[in-house]
């Protein structure tokens, strides 16, 4: 079966490398031929890009059968940094910091209650009872010299468009075939299928099933009858404005991304191992460009250059699979920077494509109940993403109009509406959030509920009060930061993670 993408970049190179992974086989039949069509005519962003942990996972593990691709060369190709969390400042408009780990805690799954979560909350942080937050204060991270074994959950930071390149080569060496060239025309036949596409150099290419990593143009998935599902009722922000930041001489750079929330949006502060990609992601209902421009000056104390304006809506595909039409990355959802949820969801698009909806043949591949279940599993992702982020934005504040509309006329989600509820009287349990593969579940949502105070620390007492864990609580919560802190000792400073690789 041949398979075309569309779209080069993180989602193009890495929904091919997905595909070639299939192609390794005992057996040796390879039963994909994979063509990436890459435009050179696409604009390069280059402002620092960060993960979830997924992307760190399924390069160490789930894609390992791949040719040419491991974690060092990924750190010293893509620039990357190690991101073990948010860092969000002032999103309460009082100067105060809050800590969101990537890692959730030891017991996060466990079915009615995260017990490590509530004893770091009644005696501490949150995120202390993260395996990786003892690390973190100590502006370590889950890796030792040497052998840079891992000791810990973790995500990364990088430069996207480094990140393509080194995708390419990957996936290049491992068999995909490669175009360079613009798509002028679709073809689509009577019953909705694309059949070909017209290149700008007039040549056509023919394909079984099409990938869509074309960006906000979306130009495969619209062609079969795309529709854009917006979220701007529930998401305040719709325009970005990305921009550089050099290190200070000797720095300490901290293994997270900072998320400084402004009078009119948030910045972002993501560490490569060259310098900071920043921006500001704010609403244009609220204050121009140039204003934009001159309220970060002023909160930052930088003389700032924007790269470039971003304007998006927040939203998701109706319908992610349409025909034999696929949309990843940005032509399948883009929400906004804050959870880092593009590439997350390309991966598990991808991952739950490749393992239990691609079939040898094109007939194994595309039949009703398998495209309904895909796009519903879809769906439930990317609307639980929506919530999550939309959390973010249940602050205190009131210091700006923009903060009072967020506060007093934000319509809230069910979902949102439903845990504001809920941790009035008590903690919520795991068993609040179920959904589809790799959908936001309890693990991210706690310690942005306690950072924001949504769950005050007297109904985390209460819980654990309630639960007959009082008696017990100090001893346990003594032994789980005194093993945390054991096992972060021999851990390397984010400093010297960065120093390693800058020299290789």
């Given amino acids: 079966m041949k398979i075309v993408i569309v779209g080069g970049g993180t989602a193009g190179w ?37 993960s979830t942990g997924a992307l760190a996972a399924r390069i160490k593990q789930k894609l390992k059968n791949l040719k040419g691709l491991n974690q060092n060369e990924f750190f010293k190709r893509a620039n990357a940094t190690i991101k073990l969390g948010l860092n969000c400042k002032d999103w309460n408009g009082d100067g105060e910091n809050f ?33 990786i937050g003892t690390a973190w204060d100590m502006n370590k991270v889950p890796l030792q010299s040497g052998s840079l074994e891992d000791f810990g959950a973790y995500g990364y930071h990088f430069d996207a468009h480094k990140v393509g390149e080194y995708f390419k ?47 906000f143009n979306k130009t495969l998935i619209n062609s ?36 400084w929330a402004m009078p009119n949006g ?37 003389k700032i250059n924007p790269i470039r ?5 927040a939203g998701r595909q109706e319908n992610v699979w349409i025909k034999n039409v696929i949309a990843f990355g940005l032509a399948s959802n883009f929400l906004e920077p804050l959870e880092a949820t593009s590439i997350h969801s390309t991966i598990v698009q991808l991952e739950l494509f490749t393992s239990l909806y691609l079939g040898i043949d094109l007939n194994e591949t595309i039949f009703e109940s398998n495209v309904n279940k895909y796009n519903r599993n879809f769906a439930e992702m990317l609307d639980e993403y929506m919530n999550l982020i939309q959390i973010h934005y249940i602050t205190k504040r009131e210091d700006s109009e923009f903060w009072k509309w967020v506060k007093n006329e934000m319509p809230k989600t069910n979902k949102v509406k439903e845990v504001i509820e809920i941790c009035k009287y008590k903690c919520p349990s795991p068993l609040d959030w179920t959904g589809s593969p790799g959908f936001a579940g ?24 309630n639960n007959d864990m009082n008696t017990e609580s100090d001893k346990m919560y003594q032994n789980m930061i005194h093993h ?21």
């Fill in 484 to 504: 945390y802190f054991k096992k972060s000792k021999n851990f390397i400073t984010h400093n010297e993670f960065i120093d390693i690789f800058k020299n290789k």
């Fill in 169 to 215: 080569e990957v996936a290049l060496e491992n068999g995909v075939k490669h175009i360079e060239a613009d798509v002028v025309e679709t073809d689509v036949d009577e019953s909705g299928n694309l059949i070909a596409v017209t290149l700008d150099s007039g040549n056509t290419i023919l394909s079984d099933m099409w990938f869509d990593c074309t960006g």
């Fill in 224 to 259: 079969v009858g795309g529709k854009w599902k917006s979220y701007s009722d529930y998401l305040p922000c719709n325009k970005a404005m990305p921009y550089l930041y050099d290190y200070e001489e000797n720095e300490t750079i901290r293994p997270e991304t900072l998320a």
């Fill in 442 to 465: 309890w693990g991210v949502w706690s310690s942005i509920l306690t950072g924001l105070g949504i769950l005050d620390k007297q109904t985390i007492c209460n819980t654990v009060w």
């Fill in 266 to 302: 948030w910045m972002w502060q993501i560490p490569t191992q060259e310098r900071y990609g920043c921006g500001y992601v704010y609403s244009d209902k609220f204050i121009t460009d140039e204003e934009a421009l001159e309220e970060l000056q002023l909160i930052t104390g930088r």
């Fill in 99 to 131: 800590l969101e780990p990537l890692q959730s805690s030891n017991t996060s799954n466990f079915s009615y209650l995260d017990v490590d979560y509530l004893l770091a909350s009644a005696h501490g942080e949150s995120y202390l009872s993260s395996p």
């Fill in 309 to 313: 304006i971003i304007e998006f809506n």
């Fill in 14 to 50: 890495l929904s091919a490398m997905y595909l070639a992974n299939k192609n390794v086989r005992k057996d040796g039949h390879i039963p994909y031929e994979i063509v990436v069509i890459e435009s050179k005519t696409i604009p390069i962003i280059g402002a620092g890009e960060g």
